[in-house]
């Protein structure tokens, strides 16, 4: 170990950060033509509500969104006679008869009744996430049949409001559409710059269970969903009212509101369930009546400055090439020959963030499938909560792109799953605990889904636990650690009792379980995909059972279960390397029915955990060999994980190329969906269906290449590829309670800050060009070692340090 000894010199100056490199260009994208198909247009959400213009000239179609909408109702699905084949099952899988136990399954080890309802949960007890309505708008032109001209859509990222603006005729109109961070309604603007050339009217509708009426000059519809037993679903509302600030009139029908001879009208649109509170209209009234008070800019700057408190704590700048000019739809469909457009990835990582700050929100529903947006009453997949990838993947950028209070409403859900998987823990394993399956909802459904090869997968809880904690280390809250610790506790108990030694090596291993939605094939040339223990599954347990030790060793509590946990962790299967040199799927050497398979579960321990770091090179060239062997293309949000992987790997060329991968259109002109996944005009991520997970998974992937300190260490562009040059990025976090701000260029780092939320010692591992190291910290010289590349600094809260290459 060679140690290096540097003066190292330490001025604070007041307020000391990084240049703000928010630039107004690149944190819009816009089209010249309205949407033609839903993935055109543009997503508004704050939280809670959720809408989606078209921009539409002559008639526009605004879908509606309320998080919590869902068909469905609490149930019942533990099969009571479940854990009565559980021995058997154990049996068939020891004696290498996967494909019996997993028939056995099928008839005895799954939800009761119809299970899940999954890909049709409208009309079942499951339930789907649906679309609350939509809202149209009729407009009637002085000039009817005079051209459109000087057309444009655009949405703001920065201030999350979506505009239209062309001219008819002699007249320049303007719209102007948000869902109010501040004010929690939908707020639509519409004026036209010629006095009494704004008229107009408006309707609501859903594909079903709903009425229209007009209360007063309120547009109202109301309904209630089915639940798939006795009808008496979710109650829903939404209220629609009309603000005319220089005349016009609005005048009622039965079932539409017309807006007459004006020059600026503001749409207010308000809407609820009774998921959180029973008295709907109140809500609904309440909302509308305080907003009318306001005028429009109040509105407006209010809501701005709501959302831009969490939209501008992070900032990234990769370049502009003038690109930002192009319509969205023209900007994809270049990029596919010409790669030279850093400014898309960098607007790809905001737009995800924006994505998160619109679907979810402190107080309710984690984002689902597909955010909060959906435009059907049968959502694919259900619009739900799947459980071995795809919501963890939803709030990877929580944490990372400094948006901490994100995080909490899936922490939230989480502990409400408890008391159901206690319940499903009892019946289906006889263990202690709680543990819940692949698919989740807003009823706490944790049995088993009703399809084996997906359903049987049984560490999801131990993976929503991997976030409990996660969040705990990045902001070293310990009344938060005491808080989620009996979550995380229940769900390692679940395993203590539920793992068993595999007699033919002896090792714990989950049984029944997956590698999930992978089958791999028998020496009897059938394909299954039950087994006993998987690599994921193994790899899960060690990081759960390590972070309940590390746990309860910071609380003071459980020193006995910590010793159970470390000596049940001792027994399982070590990541293991195959004769091909590849990371081994299960803990036999079978061979995968579907070599490029979407999931690659068993790269667990890269990422998002950190069992396969830099410091375990072996494992290291496994998975990068296991990642060639997967290939490249895959689905939407494949992709996405993949950018992490290869982050993680260091290889930022390769993380980028994945990424420029899903920047691929993947829908066009007279052609259906794509087989592959990609991007859509709106940026929505594509399975293809829409899945928003993959815009998730993108936006971390992009930190994940700029920052990492999974391993302990703070690692300023760890993955940089040789494609974005020069750059800057602010306000990124780091585990340990800190945020990381960085400039660069030609490649190489120049400027590094870290500021520390809370006091505690960062280990920064510092790049090869740093023999001439400055360094400046509340005006303080003083000389620290840096010892293997590594610089070890002692911070209090609000610290700021800053590094000069």
Known sequence: MKTRYLLLSFVLLAGCSLPDVKNEKSLAYHFNAPATVWEEAFPLGNGRLG??????????????NEISLWSGSKQDTDNPEAARSLPEIRQLLFEGRNDEAQQLIYR??????????????????????QILGNLTLDYTYTDGKGPVTAYRRELRLDDAVASVTFKKGMVNYRREAFTSFSGDVGVIRLTADVDKALNFSLGADRPECYAVAVEGTDLVMRGQLTNGTDGKGMRYGLRVRVVLPKGGTVSPSDDRLSVRDASEAVVLVSMATDYFSPDVESQITSLLAASEKKAYLSLKKEHTTAYGKLFDRVSLDLGRTGKEDLPMDERLAAFVTDRNDPGLPAL????????LISSTRPGLLPPNLQGLWCNTIQTPWNGDYHLNI?????????????????????????KKQVASGERTARVFYNARGWVTHILGNPWEFTAPGEHPSWGSTNTSAAWLCEHLYMHYLYTMDREYLKEVYPVMKGAALFFVDMLVEDPRSHY??????????????LPNGRHASICAGSTMDNQILRELFGNVIEAAGILGVDAGLSKELAAKRDRLMPTTIGKDGR?????????EAEPHHR???????????????AETPELAEAARQTLYARGDISTGWSMAWKVNFWARLHDGDHANTLLENLLYPCLKKDVDY?????????????????QIDGNFGACAGIAEMLIQSHTGKVEFLPALPAAWKRGSFKGLKVRGGAEASAKWSDGRLTEATLKADVGGTFRILLPAHAANLNIKVNQKSISLPVIDGLLTVDMKERDELLLQF
């Open 674 to 690: 794509v087989s592959e996944g990609g991007s859509y005009p709106n940026l929505f991520c594509g399975h293809p269906p829409f």
């Open 51 to 64: 809408m989606m213009p078209d921009g539409g000239v002559e008639k526009e179609v605004i879908v509606l």
């Open 583 to 591: 990371i081994m799927e299960w803990l036999l050497p079978y061979e």
């Open 348 to 355: 790809y990582f905001q737009f995800g963030r924006y994505l």
């Open 508 to 521: 714990l291993v989950t049984a029944p379980t997956t590698s999930p939605e992978n089958a791999f094939k």
């Open 390 to 414: 795809n919501l963890q993947m939803n709030l990877w950028p929580a944490e990372v792109t400094n948006l901490p209070e994100l995080h909490l409403p899936m922490i939230e859900w989480t």
């Open 599 to 613: 999931h690659v579960s068993h790269l667990y321990g890269l990422h998002p955990s950190n069992e396969i770091t």
């Open 108 to 129: 005895t080890f799954v939800c009761k009744g119809a299970g899940s309802g999954h890909g049709q949960g409208a009309k079942h007890p499951y339930g789907s996430y």
